[in-house]
Structure formats: C-alpha cells, structure tokens
C-alpha cells in the first residue's frame, strides 16, 4: 500500500502560485517506445498550464538549457535521468523524472501522477532535493578525462578477471591497498545502485557525503567507508588487467592502465530531483528495493 505523504508541513509550506510563466522545457528518451506519444500527451497537457519552451526527443540537455527553463521534464527511466543531468554541467534544472522505463527509482512520477501534481511539481521549490554530484577525473600519461557522476565511479577489473591492486588515499592521506575486483566511489544517491548490490551503506540521498565501497575485497578488513563530501579521493591503479577500466554511471567508461589515478570531489553544482509530493521519502526504498520486508511478506 502506497505510503502517502501526509505530513502537515509540506501541506503548509506549498501555496499555490501563478505558474503560467513558468518555463518548463520536456526531454524524452528517443529508444523508449512510448516516449514519444507521453511527450506529446505532456506537451498538451502542459500548453496553457505553464510556458512550455520546447520538447523534443533527446539524451542531451542541451538543448534545453538554450530556452533558460525552470523545470526539464524528463521521459525515460532512471538512466535517461541521470544522463540528461551529466550533460547539464555547470547549470543544472531542477528535472522531474517521468518513468517509462522498468524501475522508476529516480523517475518518482508516473504520467498520471505528474499531471495530477503538475503545479507543484513545476511551483513549488520545497519539492527539490540536491544531490551531490562527483567531479571524476582519470589521469593517464600525459592526458586526463573529466566526466560528472551522479551515482558512481565503478573501477572492475575487467577480461582476464584476475585480481587487481588499487591504491586508495584521502586528502592525500594514503589509507590501503584494494586487492580484489575492484572499487566503487558512490554518491549517496548512488548508495542504492551499485554500491547496494555490492553490500555498501544505504545513505539518505540528500546528505552531503561520498561512500568508498571495495568489490569482491581479497581481505577480512576491507569494509565500506564513508567520508564527508568536501574529501578528495584517489584511487592509482597499481596492479590491472587488459580490461581494467573506471565506469561513470554506466554510460562513460575509460580503459585503464597500470599508473593510471581516477579522482574524485564534490563538483561544484548539485543535481537538483523533484520529489513526486504524494510519497513519503522512503517510498521508493520501501516498495521498490523492498527494504525492511520480512522473509515471506511482499
């Protein structure tokens, strides 16, 4: 049973305000089959409700950011979400993520729900969460690459699976060498992808904070560790293999080769998530992952 966000002061923090200025651009996923029929019901629906600046299909953000809206409505799943808001950079929107995907984690609205709270959704700024976002930058010889995660930098050891050597320090303080198949630097919105399934802490997703999770350590004493957003994290790669490489969000990925360093701060704008106001802050954990579910119970 949904559990329905009752609390009195959202109900007395929200009034209604004129929205008909309020820009709102809509992005859909141009690879999910209903996307473009959902864009085209949102756009309709939207017309006359706020300003609408333009809606197209499209991975990029770009575009969007061009018409300097207030919102981007984002059709597609968790992972269109994410990769709208990599490409935002430096001027990051508040998005509302409408799931026609599987999970729907980050996508909190459904088509239906978004219209029934569309004033609020596009209104009311006390529904945005902030979110950290990783600056990750991978040094090779002579050369780096910059990529922003909003879940995670995943380090794999990759064919021919053997076991790799990582090198893990803090603010410059060198903590431990990872042996195993690899290492994951989370945000705490990312706490529930990866980081979750390789046995990492579930953090609140609006804390300030990074999480360095090992995968597969070859050690007892390898257990995740959480430190304050504003540390810097690195990770040299002392011992790999061919197949070794650094993984952003699951869409960037950069080889990497012995005495390669993947860093990762704070980047200086947070990803800002419109909250869907009819669940509570749980919900998703609770009925989708089905956290804290007893053996036997659905």
Not at 206 to 228: G, R, Y
Not at 263 to 279: E, K, M, S
Request: net charge neutral; charged share 20%; aromatic share 4%.
């Amino acid at each position: 049973m949904p559990l329905l966000c009752e609390q009195s002061s959202l109900k007395e923090s929200y009034a209604r305000m004129p929205t008909s200025d309020t820009r709102v651009y809509l992005l859909g996923n141009p690879e999910k089959k209903n996307a473009p029929k959902v864009l085209e019901e949102l756009r309709t629906f939207a017309a006359g409700r706020c300003t609408v600046t333009g809606a197209t299909l499209a991975h990029d953000g770009q575009s969007a950011l061009a018409t300097s809206p207030d919102r981007i409505v984002v059709v597609g799943g968790d992972g269109t979400l994410i990769g709208v808001a990599r490409t935002l950079g430096d001027r990051q929107v508040p998005l509302i993520g409408v799931n026609v995907g599987k999970l729907g984690f980050l996508a909190e609205f459904s088509v239906e729900e978004l219209k029934r709270h569309f004033d609020r959704a596009i209104g009311d700024d006390k529904l945005i969460s902030r979110r950290t976002v990783l600056e990750v930058t991978v040094q090779h010889a002579g050369a780096s690459d910059r990529s922003l995660a909003i879940n995670d930098c995943v380090i794999q050891a990759g064919p021919p699976f053997r076991m790799i050597h990582l090198d893990l320090s803090v603010n410059g303080e060198r903590l431990t060498t990872v042996a195993g198949d690899g290492l994951i630097v989370s945000t705490p919105s990312g706490s529930t992808a990866h980081n979750l399934s390789a046995g990492g802490p579930i953090i609140q997703p609006d804390l300030c904070a990074i999480i360095v999770t090992p995968l597969c350590p070859h050690s007892l004493t390898h257990k995740p560790l959480v430190v304050e957003c504003e540390s810097v994290i690195e990770v040299a790669a002392t011992t790999v293999n061919e197949g070794t490489t650094a993984i952003i969000d699951g869409q960037v990925s950069y080889p990497l080769k012995a005495g390669d360093r993947v860093i990762g701060r704070r980047f200086a704008h947070d990803f800002l998530l419109v909250r869907n106001p009819q669940y509570a802050r749980w919900q998703q954990l609770i009925t989708k992952l089905h956290w804290g579910h007893l053996p036997g119970t659905a």
